[in-house]
């Protein structure tokens, strides 16, 4: 019973709005997640080289980021919702084509990457918005940060599962579709229900320099783009190199489950922190995961490396999280809508710059060895970033 109470009392704390946001998002997230990981693997299985991933995301990222900024004129003059169900629209269309990415056509590769990139930017920015709306309806943004962290955690433990079971299963990717798209169809409906999703943003001035004028505001985009460095080299080089070093899908289909899984266990554990610890646990964090690189680098044991991929996944989240509330508040002091496109560019912009930077030395240094020690130099960084406001942070 006391129970049922509690339940209730989260229930009734927070705005229908808040709630079926979070519900839309799940499904979003879970419908993403269920192909995301063996991305890199199809393109290896149909033909593409490494050097031909990496073109790949090179477009992707760079385009992404200059239509991140068109983006938010349509945001402002048709609304986040009709935004949101275009991306939706799109997101379908770029898994159909690559569900049947399997001739090794250049043109169907960078037709994905443009596709992905068109949809990156019309998905990000007015998601981004709308999650930041719903969590400035109440006083405490770091709860319903950490709220909407863990919906995303729960939807990336799922994903991967049922996608790795079909694929061992049948080994045919094509049957995945069926549930990422019903999964986008739920999406929608649960985003058409909700009442505040229909408002059109009110138009800021569009002025990076005033924007990025405050020392924190720097500081929270320049550890969160060298945090989108080290996670993208996580997300498509890692499971590449797990792939090529077990030979088979079943590697990566047992990455792809313990990843998530190990980020549930972010939901047993306490994360709420006073303000001024957050750059205390950014970079504690870093440290373990440059040690987890280390380790990654230094040992073949496929036990050891999925342990280790485990640990990396936990850790990752509580660099993620206590930067996410920083970045939050600092919106909701700001301009949500800016804050939101700003954080997309940085995000794609500063991944399209790595990637673009690893096409070129590709000449010169082996991929894993290159981008593996670019993940941790991108660590370091962060490190070194957040160390003077420690201090500063204090009380504040």
């Not at 909700?194 to 990076?208: A, S, T």
């Not at 405050?214 to 989108?228: I, M």
């Not at 994360?271 to 440059?290: D, G, M, P, Q, V």
């Not at 301009?335 to 940085?346: G, H, I, K, P, Q």
């Amino acid at each position: 019973m006391n129970i049922l109470l509690k339940l209730k009392e989260i229930k009734n704390s927070r705005s229908n709005d808040f709630w079926l946001y979070g519900v839309s998002s799940f499904f979003h997230e879970f419908s993403g997640s269920l192909l995301s990981i063996f991305l890199p693997i199809f393109m290896l299985l149909a033909g593409f080289s490494i050097q031909s991933i990496v073109i790949y995301l090179i477009i992707y990222y760079f385009l992404s980021s200059f239509l991140t900024i068109f983006i938010r004129k349509i945001v402002l003059k048709i609304g986040s919702f009709s935004t949101l169900i275009i991306s939706k629209i799109l997101w379908i269309i770029y898994f159909i084509n690559l569900a049947f990415l399997d001739s090794g056509s250049f043109f169907l590769l960078w037709s994905l990457a443009i596709l992905g990139a068109v949809y990156d930017a019309f998905y990000y920015v007015p998601s981004v918005y709308a999650q930041i709306k719903q969590t400035k309806i109440l006083n405490n943004t770091a709860k319903n940060n950490s709220f909407f962290s863990a919906l995303m955690v729960i939807a990336q433990a799922f994903g991967p599962i049922l996608s790795s079971i079909i694929l061992l299963l049948t080994e045919n990717k094509v049957l995945v579709l069926i549930p990422i798209i019903i999964s986008i169809i739920v999406s929608i409906f649960f985003l058409s229900l909700m009442k505040n999703i229909r408002e059109i943003p009110e138009p800021h001035n569009f002025d990076p320099k005033n924007f990025f004028k405050d020392k924190q505001e720097k500081k929270n985009f320049l550890t969160f783009a060298f945090e989108r460095i080290q996670t993208s080299v996580n997300e498509y080089i890692w499971p590449i190199f797990i792939f090529l070093s077990f030979e088979g899908i079943r590697s990566v289909a047992i990455l792809a489950i313990i990843m998530p899984l190990a980020s549930v266990l972010i939901l047993f554990i306490n994360t709420k922190t006073k303000r001024e610890n957050r750059e205390k646990i950014i970079i504690a964090s870093s440290f373990f995961l440059i040690f987890i690189w280390i380790l990654r680098m230094n040992f073949d044991i496929e036990f050891l490396l999925y342990l280790g991929t485990a640990f990396f996944a936990l850790i990752l989240l509580f660099l993620q999280i206590p930067l996410g509330n920083n970045m939050q508040r600092r919106a909701i002091e700001t301009s949500v809508l800016e804050a939101s496109t700003y954080r997309n560019f940085v995000s794609m912009f500063s991944k399209g710059l790595f990637y673009l930077l690893v096409f070129f030395l590709l000449k010169y240094f082996e991929i894993f060895t290159l981008t593996f020690y670019s993940a941790i130099v991108a660590l370091v960084l962060i490190i070194l970033i957040n160390i003077p406001f420690v201090r500063k942070n204090k009380g504040i």
